[in-house]
């Protein structure tokens, strides 16, 4: 599969879902000492990220967005193993109270 670059709250709140669904690990990725109220978050640590199993699905962020994805290039190559996507907006636009909820309407 093809991941993309950015990934929107919104969809990084769905992947997850869906990805864990499937078995695989989704973790949002704190590079600026500053974690999301209300969020799972593990601060950046090369030597820790790389202990997680092969095909984990990273999310980082930074204040805004533009310096992750900047990066983006140098988190893929340094965790070839994973997958590397950038938060866009950053911390900036999360917004503490989306959650998703549940489509059972059957």
Request: proline letters at 4%; charged letters at 35%.
């Amino acid at each position: 599969m093809n991941y993309p670059n950015e990934w929107t709250q919104k969809e990084f709140l769905e992947n997850k879902k869906r990805f864990e669904k499937e078995g695989k690990k989704v973790v949002l990725v704190d590079t600026v000492l500053s974690p999301i109220e209300k969020a799972d978050t593990v601060t950046y640590n090369p030597y820790e990220l790389k202990e997680y199993p092969e095909g984990t699905i990273f999310v980082f962020y930074c204040n805004t967005g533009r310096t992750s994805l900047k990066r983006l290039q140098e988190y893929k190559e340094n965790f070839g193993k994973h997958h590397c996507i950038s938060l866009k907006g950053g911390r900036g636009s999360w917004r503490k109270s989306m959650q998703l909820l549940d489509d059972d309407t059957k």
